[in-house]
């Protein structure tokens, strides 16, 4: 069993940048790979990042590569994904999931927990 609760979104200007947290509570965190998906209005729910349990490896969806940073901080059971030149086109509500099992799925129909978002608005 797994909470997850994302902070730290709000309004920033295009070619800005900011960084969200999704904190976890519950048994085993360092067992999860964790995800930051998102979702505008209208449009299905997209893969953004994954991390692996010890924070060794990451994926990317390719338009946030070289923009987007996820990490993560098992001690404090905290995952972060650090947005650094911010498009219009990267607005929506970002979730962060987890799943348990070894897995390099990006669906959203293979996470075990969700946390419930967090919104971030980009404006030109």
């Known amino acids: 069993q797994l909470q997850l609760v994302e902070s730290g979104g709000g309004l920033v200007q295009a070619g800005g940048s900011l960084t969200l947290s999704c904190a976890a509570s519950?048994?085993?965190?360092?067992?999860?790979?964790m995800y930051w998906f998102r979702q505008a209005p209208g449009t299905e729910r997209d893969f953004v990042a994954s991390?692996?349990?010890?924070?060794?490896?990451?994926n990317y969806r390719d338009s946030v590569k070289g923009r987007f940073t996820i990490s993560r901080d098992n001690a404090k059971n905290i995952t972060y994904l650090q947005m650094t030149n911010l498009k219009p086109e990267d607005t929506a509500t970002y979730y962060c999931a987890a799943v348990q099992k070894i897995t390099i799925t990006t669906l959203p129909s293979g996470m075990d927990y969700w946390g419930k978002g967090t919104l971030v608005t980009v404006s030109s």
């Open positions: 991390i692996s349990r010890t924070g060794t490896y990451a």
């Open positions: 519950g048994q085993s965190f360092r067992s999860y790979t």
